[in-house]
C-alpha cells in the first residue's frame, strides 16, 4: 500500500502548488508586479508532474484494479476519470490566458485570474474526494497481488520539485518560490 502514501504526498505537493498560485495572485491583487517566468514555471510542474504522471498511474492502475475488485464504485471512478478530463481541460484554458495575460496585457488578468483560482478549487476538491472515497475503499479491498502492481506504478517516477532528487529545472523554480512568498510557503515577506 505504499502507493496511498505516494498518493497524499503528491496531493500534498500539489496543494502547496495550489496555494503558490493563489497567493501569486493575491500579490497582483494587491498591486505587485506580475512576474510571469514564476506562472510558466508552475504551470510546467502542473503538466509535467500532475498530468503526465499523476493522473495517468491513477487511470490505468489503480481505477481499474478497485472497479475490477468493487463493481459499486463504478459510478465514482468515472466521475473522478471525468474530472481528469475536466482538470486538463481548465488547464489549457488557464495556460491560453496566462498567454493572453502576458502579450496582450492588463485587460486579460480578470479572466486569467478566475480560471486560475476556479483551476485551484477544482483541483482541491478532486484531491479531497479522492482521499475520502477511493482511497479508504482501495484499501478496503485491493489484494496484495493489487497492491504490487500499483505500488511499482507509483513508485515508478518522482516528483520533479518536490521528490528526492530534483530536477534540476524544476529546483530554480522551487527555490525562488520558496525565496519569495511569504509563509507558510516560503521565506519572504513579499514577491518582488
Known amino acids: 500500500m505504499r502507493a496511498i502514501a505516494i498518493i497524499k504526498s503528491e496531493h500534498q505537493n500539489l ?40 493522473h495517468p498511474k491513477e487511470n490505468d492502475f489503480l481505477f481499474p484494479r478497485l472497479l475490477q475488485r468493487a463493481p459499486d464504485t463504478q459510478a465514482l471512478i468515472l466521475q473522478l476519470g471525468q474530472q481528469h478530463y475536466q482538470g486538463a481541460k481548465l488547464f489549457i484554458e488557464m495556460l ?49 497481488s493489487d497492491w504490487q502492481e500499483i505500488d511499482a506504478a507509483f513508485g515508478e517516477n518522482q516528483d520533479p520539485m518536490f521528490g528526492a532528487e530534483w530536477d534540476s529545472e524544476f529546483s530554480t523554480l522551487f527555490n525562488k518560490l520558496v525565496n519569495s512568498l511569504p509563509s507558510p510557503v516560503g521565506l519572504g515577506d513579499a514577491w518582488k
Do not use: W
Not at 496543494?15 to 504551470?43: C, R, T, W
Open 15 to 54: 496543494a502547496a502548488v495550489l496555494y503558490s498560485l493563489e497567493q501569486l495572485i493575491a500579490e497582483i491583487d494587491s498591486g505587485k508586479q506580475m512576474e510571469f517566468p514564476i506562472f510558466h514555471g508552475l504551470f510546467t510542474y502542473i503538466d509535467r508532474f500532475l498530468d503526465r504522471y499523476h
Open 96 to 144: 491560453k490566458a496566462l498567454s493572453a495575460y502576458e502579450f496582450c496585457g492588463e485587460g486579460e488578468y480578470p479572466h486569467f485570474r478566475e480560471l486560475v483560482l476556479r483551476y485551484c478549487q477544482f483541483e482541491r476538491d478532486h484531491a479531497q474526494l479522492e482521499e475520502a472515497e477511493v482511497l479508504p475503499r482501495a484499501r478496503e479491498v485491493l489484494e496484495d
